[in-house]
């Protein structure tokens, strides 16, 4: 089925325009009324692609002003639910063909990582034999199930994400997760099973539809968390907006073979190069791409392995700028050799990626003058110069280790863990670099304090790495020789020991870490100056 619409299911409650249920499926055009404002831009943007005929899973999407009235959505879903079960031929909680569904936010306004998603609700103890009966395949039930579990666990029940990680490490070892075997991955979710219970004082729910309603409700409610509304204050977004709640079908990049999950920006945020960015592993759900507890692969792996596949998401990405009209970010599935998109938005950039880009599509005819002007209005010479890492006696500097970088550029500055030493340092007027574990969101009043940020594990495209790229901050991830000790709060870089307080340098241009401080020179892009000249002078 090739889903290609928004169709309005229920009527508005107390008169609020954007109270609506809506479904995105195949025939129907989208309703009078519809827009961002109402559906969120996650969802309007899911009914766009599926209109340009690209694999969107079918879904329905529960209005933004639903985030106001959270718990009246309860008694307005099923209807949808019902419609979403006629149109994938499964039923959630079925225990022959279950319908399993993803649970996503979505507000009008773009919020990288700042709310809850959650993945393969609908799996339980009864429809987890009918999962492994429809696709032949133990492993990536038993892996669905165990990761709902520890999700459902963090975001639904509170629970620490150390926790299930210590169940995880106790089984795998040493061995990368995604190389379990069904038995394992079934004594990781038994292992869950007892922590869920142990810590949330009560069992895992084992009702599919009690899954789904939970999942809504915590899904609402990151709209107000601690990292949301700090991302809005630090953006000047209205707190009143709200999220929309998208629930959709789930498709499984980690079931073997020809599958896994991916992120991706049409063209390179960090300078603008007119080539397809992307993040990717194999047998992997997109949690472990955007989550920064993982680190992923370029898209080399994916074009060797299936060039097919990679032509496809190249076309895919051609199709999308020229839709939205702009450098695309967006996340991808591949289930068993088949490609499904799940989400686009416009792209966080570098001012240097954000001039070339609107250069670009503005010569070749994909955006009007205004808009290149519009985008482009606030980058002067100033903001466009490029900070490298130059030698003072012109001998080549020896690097500390090397890493994936997220966002081009320098930093320098003293090691910090947190945001209260990041705090500290700035008051002393000292700059900092952050070095984390993981490049995750809960961390971006500490990287809004510091110049850098540093990570032991993530992908470049992992949600707070989109962020440091939006503020402007240095990001480097995945830095494999790299290991932290909070408790002693020193930093281990292949045989060198740090401590909090030491001086790293970021180089974002090369991907590249040096102790200490280095010599920094700047360099003017005089050619992209003189075609920004040239717009400005053809339009003024």
């Keep these: ?16 325009a954007q109270q609506h249920i809506h ?13 961002p404002d109402t559906l969120g831009a996650k969802a309007w943007n899911l009914a766009k692609m599926a209109t340009l005929g690209l694999p969107v ?8 002003g639903w985030c106001r009235q959270p718990d009246a959505v309860h008694t307005q879903w099923p209807g949808a639910l019902q419609r979403l079960e006629a149109l994938t031929g499964l039923s959630l909680g079925d225990s022959r ?79 990368d997760e995604r190389e379990l075997d069904f038995s394992a991955l079934r004594d990781v979710a038994f292992r869950h099973l007892a922590t869920y219970a142990r810590e949330a004082g009560e069992p895992f729910p084992q009702d599919a539809r009690v899954q789904l309603r939970e999942a809504i409700s915590a899904v609402f409610a990151s709209w107000q968390s601690a990292k949301a509304r700090a991302y809005r204050d630090l953006h000047g977004i209205s707190h009143d907006i709200g999220t929309a709640v998208t629930v959709q079908r789930m498709v499984f990049g980690n079931a073997g073979g020809l599958s896994g999950s991916g992120v991706g920006f049409t063209r390179d945020p960090s300078n603008g190069d007119p080539f397809p960015w992307v993040d990717f592993l194999f047998n992997a759900q997109g949690e472990d791409v955007v989550s920064g507890r993982r680190s992923a692969q370029g898209h080399d792996e994916l074009a060797t392995v299936t060039p097919h ?41 570098t001012p240097q ?9 503005w010569e070749q005819g994909m955006i009007e003058p205004a808009t290149a002007l519009e985008r482009t209005r606030h980058l002067d010479a100033q903001a ?46 000292v700059p900092t670099i952050l070095v984390r574990r993981d490049a ?8 809004e304090i510091a110049e850098g940020l540093l990570t032991q594990r993530g992908a470049r495209t992992s949600h707070a790495a989109v962020v440091a790229r939006q503020l402007g901050k240095v990001c480097l991830v995945g830095c494999e020789t790299m290991t932290l000790n909070e408790q002693l709060r020193t930093v281990t870089i292949g045989e060198r020991q740090l401590r909090e307080g030491d001086i790293l340098t970021l180089d974002g241009n090369e991907g590249i870490i040096y102790f200490g401080e280095t010599w920094i020179e700047e360099q003017v892009p005089h050619a992209l100056l003189e075609r920004l000249a040239r717009l400005r002078d053809t339009h003024p």
């Design 1 to 16: 089925m090739s889903p290609s619409y928004i169709e309005e299911v229920s009527a508005p409650v107390e008169n609020d």
């Design 23 to 35: 479904i995105i499926g195949d025939t129907t055009p989208l309703p009078m009324g519809a827009s």
């Design 57 to 64: 899973p079918p879904a329905f999407v529960l209005g933004t």
């Design 97 to 175: 063909h279950p319908l399993l569904l993803s649970v996503r936010s979505g507000a009008a306004v773009s919020m990288p990582g700042m709310m809850e998603s959650l993945l393969n609700i609908g799996l339980t103890e009864t429809t987890l034999p009918g999962m492994v009966r429809l696709t032949g395949h133990p492993r990536l039930a038993w892996d669905a199930y165990r990761r709902l579990i520890s999700a459902y666990g963090e975001v639904v029940a509170g629970i620490a994400a150390s926790c299930f990680e210590a169940d995880l490490d106790d089984v795998r070892q040493a061995n």
């Design 309 to 349: 596949l990679w032509n496809s998401l190249r076309q895919a990405c051609a199709q999308l700028e020229q839709a939205f009209g702009d450098m695309q970010d967006f996340e991808f599935t591949i289930q068993s050799g088949r490609l499904h998109l799940l989400q686009t938005r416009n792209g966080k950039r």
């Design 353 to 361: 990626a954000a001039a070339r880009i609107a250069l670009d599509l």
């Design 384 to 429: 466009l110069t490029l900070r490298r890492v130059a030698s003072t006696d012109g001998q080549a500097l020896s690097p500390l280790a090397h890493a994936a970088s997220a966002t081009s550029g320098v930093a320098c500055g003293e090691i910090v863990m947190d945001e209260v030493q990041a705090r500290a340092r700035k008051s002393a007027g």
């Design 440 to 447: 995750e969101t809960h961390d971006i009043a500490a990287l």
